[in-house]
């Protein structure tokens, strides 16, 4: 599949809502913040829910109202934060994303209302009442969701009170470390001058070690100037989460990561228990590619470093790289092709590499438009191909449930990630599969291996990272330097001191922005369960090519009203809490270094 037209690599915002400076927006803006506080008032009014009093319908109507709000309040979300993301210094737009976290209250206040109503009545009146209206039946997993977060609550006016204070406390410290991060600048030496980039520009994928080195510690330097402020920023993030915890009396810190991810402790451990003791493999792996590259062993930036390249290997070009993600899309599943066609021509992706853009990737859904956006920055490399793949593997996830009720399109990062690292397999399994070089084969299974490393030890290590922060934090504040000793700690766990003494990433802490993204901790290990349950996947499908696109398919539409382990199991019927899942997972990694090393040997 070819999408037959060139291809520009930045993103059509504006059929989407006015332009964000602009009167228009802003007015619609103010608008809708007086339909938020108002639908806030009313959910102070809601009835107990009751089957036999009129209140179903009165909960009915007041749901269809809260699934407009959500919708459009993603939305508005969605798009300021695609024109913060590409123009990461515009203060308007970093104004604007403070003024939509500023809602965040007002929702907060709704939710907690609709949570303690629910949790006031036993299970048979929940029961009764969810099938008491056919609009609150559909909703039903909705209302249980809702039921059960509420566990995770202060009492009310507690709550209430947190939330508040969030919008200049804990979110602003996030909201800090984005502006700061956005704004720093990295110097580095091409073609023989000091020229500033923004810190996605710069990558440790050179085929050229001095180039990755001086990107490393380029990067490094630049941001040792900010380390101190970040450590103020992770120490008040942690800090606040961990006195809400012991307010409301939970299991540890992990409690709350689990149950937004709908997943179960079991699974998890049964997760890092199978890739703990698989990782032999991998060092066998990172040996061979050392050699290969004329090393003793390798540093964190030679991870990412190609081993094998063609004769005649011209850079990779946008349009070569959507081309070759949509033939791999079609090969597995022709509605997953026309879709990322559909998203390619209509300009979905921001993907232009150039100064001014923020870090990192990310998709982000509209629901009302049924409609998502893709950032990136594209240096032309296998990594930003697989990228793409990855992304538009998210967007084809929101697209599959466009037509549920809002309510059921959230779905847990953990599933999330399934579909995004399920759609780069798809990819790179086309790769090799038509691939008749040797080299280039090579070079795809390293790549393949070099994301196997990055979510088995590097994953690994920001979950063990980010559990010492908790621990530690507990007692006090952490310093600068303590911090990157605890990074230092986890990294040769994880890695089981597999890297060049002189090798490590101490201070990785303060350039990956996960850790302060303040909606959410421990965004770490879903990657490695999204990771690990798509290898799953594609073992599954090899033994069943052809209903496996409607298994995927189903699966992706169960996550957004099931559990994780109810969502795998029911579509799939495997049980997450085994090791033998896991296993069979990374079995697919053991036969991929396998065959790497039969092809190193001859290179």
């Known amino acids: 599949m070819s999408t037959q037209v060139e291809l520009t690599q930045t993103w059509e915002l504006d059929s989407l809502l006015p332009h964000p400076e602009s009167d228009e927006f802003l007015a619609g803006f103010e608008a809708f913040r007086g339909e938020v506080d108002r639908l806030a008032e009313r959910s102070e009014t809601l009835p107990a829910p009751d089957r036999s009093d009129g209140s179903a319908e009165e909960w009915a109507a007041f749901l269809r109202d809260i699934e407009s709000v959500s919708g459009r309040g993603a939305d508005l979300r969605a798009f300021v934060g695609c024109h913060a993301a590409a123009d990461a210094q515009n203060k308007t737009f970093q104004r604007l994303e403070a003024q939509i976290a500023s809602l965040d209250p007002a929702y907060e206040r709704i939710l907690t209302n609709i949570e303690y109503a629910l949790c006031g009545i036993s299970d048979e009146a929940f029961e009764r009442f969810v099938q008491a209206d056919e609009s609150l039946a559909e909703i039903s997993f909705y209302l249980y969701d809702r039921r059960r977060n509420a566990e995770l609550r202060l009492p009310k006016d507690q709550e209430l009170l947190a939330a508040d204070l969030a919008v200049d406390g804990l979110h602003a410290w996030g909201r800090l470390y984005d502006r700061i991060s956005g704004e720093l600048r990295i110097r580095v030496m091409e073609r023989g001058e000091v020229v500033e980039k923004s810190v996605g520009q710069v990558q440790l994928d050179s085929v050229e070690r001095s180039v990755r080195q001086n990107n490393f510690f380029a990067a490094d330097k630049a941001w040792n100037k900010i380390a101190d402020t970040c450590a103020d920023a992770l120490n008040h993030i942690a800090g606040t989460r961990l006195t809400l915890y012991r307010r409301i009396g939970l299991e540890d810190h992990l409690e709350v990561p689990l149950r937004r991810n709908r997943m179960r402790r ?133 697209w599959v449930l466009r037509d549920r009720s809002v309510l059921l399109q959230n779905y847990p990062m953990c599933l999330a990630e399934t579909a995004s690292t399920f759609a780069e397999n798809v990819l790179g399994e ?150 033998a899942f896991w296993n069979r997972a990374l079995d697919v990694v053991d036969n991929r270094i396998a065959r790497f090393l039969e092809l190193s040997q001859n290179a």
């Open 266 to 398: 079991e699974s998890l451990a049964a997760m890092w228990t199978a890739v703990a003791a698989r990782k032999s493999t991998l060092l066998e792996y990172m040996s061979a590619k050392a050699r290969m590259l004329g090393l003793r062993k390798l540093a964190w930036y030679d991870v990412l470093a190609p081993v094998a390249q063609p004769a005649v290997a011209p850079a990779l070009s946008y349009q070569q790289a959507c081309d070759n993600v949509l033939a791999a899309f079609g090969q597995f599943s022709p509605e997953l092709g026309r879709f990322a066609d559909t998203a390619l021509r209509d300009r979905w992706v921001e993907a232009e590499n150039r100064a001014g853009k923020r870090q990192g990737g990310f998709c982000t859904t509209l629901p009302t438009a049924q409609q998502s956006r893709i950032f990136m920055t594209f240096t032309s490399s296998q990594d930003s191909m697989a990228t793409l793949a990855h992304e538009l593997g998210h967007a084809y996830h929101s």
């Open 430 to 579: 086309e790769r090799l599969r038509s691939t008749t070089s040797q080299t280039e084969e090579l070079s795809i299974l390293d790549q393949m291996l070099s994301d196997a490393v990055m979510f088995l030890m590097n994953i690994h290590a920001r979950f063990l990272f980010e559990e010492n922060i908790y621990t530690q934090r507990a007692e006090g504040e952490l310093e600068t330097a303590t911090l990157s000793e605890l990074m230092l700690a986890a990294q040769r766990e994880a890695y089981q001191n597999g890297l060049a003494d002189e090798g490590w990433y101490p201070n990785f802490w303060i350039s990956k922005l996960h850790f302060y993204i303040s909606e959410l901790s421990f965004y770490n290990f879903p990657y490695t369960v999204g990771y690990l349950l798509s290898l799953g996947l594609y073992a599954m499908a090899t033994d069943s090519v052809e209903d496996f696109p409607t298994k995927f398919r189903a699966l992706l539409l169960a996550s957004g009203n099931q559990e994780t382990e109810e969502a795998v199991s029911s579509t799939l019927g495997h049980d997450l809490t085994d090791p």
